[in-house]
């Protein structure tokens, strides 16, 4: 593929892969006015954002067979059109119930993006190029965080937070347009790829029985759940905790996605030296001593905005040392079945999420120590599971 080309693909599938943070992101600002404006309490508000994140992870499962069936463009642009007239929906919105019903169609709609994106990555660049390009996609996809809190705070505190559903309609439209007109066909369709319910199980057990799949799918999911755990618990913990008002809000936001986004530059960097299997047991690590120093300092009551603020940027630092190499090593081992593939790595990390979420809604409220709780289960547990699917592998190769 030609060089000057890349940089223009690598956009594109990075603009793909934002619509779906960008969507989480952008209306967090807005939780206290949604709350008063629909007559409800932020933690119900909360489960607007499980039930996007339940939506996104179910219709991975959706999109996979109907990727490979039908080629990239077609379920991608049908996707796209359910997630612009869903925005719209939520312009209108008048109660929460309805609210978190919509939240739940738009997110069906983004995740087509999300896997398709995913997918072209597997069908343009060679395996070993993957990491680098995840980590490229993540410079993209890590200045949604940054730019969307942000925007979304101004937004809202000067227009309301229906704007910011206006603005991501508007969003949508661009992409749709941009990958009409901006992408290669990557992929043949496949007519013997069944939509019946038994193949597409059969279809999607194949891929999972893979050793070196379920070893990385479920150990970049349940670390990566700790970045949904901060996401969801977030509004929470700096409006209502630390009482900062919602500019400020997006400030933060917008700074902790430097971690993120600076970490997975810093991956490319070190994957000249390092392999990604060292990248991920380094991060995991780091990352189990981070959030063990939180939680101890946390239950001593020593932290205050600043401190808290420091240990989550360390924090979702080892996140985007270890999500860029986690996907790649878990699409590694296809060719056939890669739409499957990344939308069964999708779901596992984006239903995942929703239970994080969900776990946040339900707990966090006036402590913030049950976030810290859940991270901490959430990285300890990824980092057994390495060391246990690390065996697997061997064992099989």
Known sequence: MIKANNFKIILILGLLTALGPFSIDMYLP???????????????????????????SAGQLLYGPLLDRYGRKIPLFTGLLVYIFASLGCVFVKDIDNFI??????????????????????????VKEIPKVFSMLMLVVGLSPMLAPTVGGYVTANFGWQ??????????????????FGLPTTYTPDATISLKPKPIIKNFWSVLKE??????????????????????????LFM????????????????????????????????????????IFSALITQSVIILIFLITALNNLLGLYETIGLLFLYLGCL?????????????????????????????????????SFAVGTFVINSMIPMILIMTTTTITALFILQIGKRTIKVKH
């Open 30 to 56: 807005g939780f206290s006015g949604i709350a008063t404006d629909l007559n409800t309490t932020v933690a119900k508000v909360a489960m607007t954002l499980s039930s996007y994140f339940i939506g996104i």
């Open 101 to 126: 019903g919509l939240r739940f169609i738009q997110a069906i709609g983004s995740c087509a993006a999300t896997v398709a994106s995913v997918s072209m990555v597997r069908d343009l660049f060679p």
């Open 163 to 180: 704007m910011v559903f206006v603005i991501l309609m508007c969003l949508g439209i661009i992409i749709l347009l941009a990958s009409h």
């Open 211 to 236: 050793p070196q799949f379920y070893t990385y799918a479920f150990t970049g999911a349940i670390s990566f759940s700790g970045l949904f755990t901060y996401v969801a618990a977030s509004p929470i």
């Open 240 to 279: 209502d905790i630390f009482q900062v008002d919602a500019k400020t809000y997006g400030w933060i936001f917008a700074f902790m996605s430097c971690s993120f986004i600076g970490a997975s530059q810093l991956n490319s960097v070190l994957l000249r030296k390092y392999t990604s299997e060292q990248m």
């Open 320 to 356: 985007g040392i270890s999500n860029p190499n986690t996907a790649g090593l878990t699409l590694a081992p296809f060719t056939k079945n890669t739409g499957s593939a990344s939308a069964l790595m999708g779901a596992i990390q984006l239903g995942l999420g929703a239970v994080a």
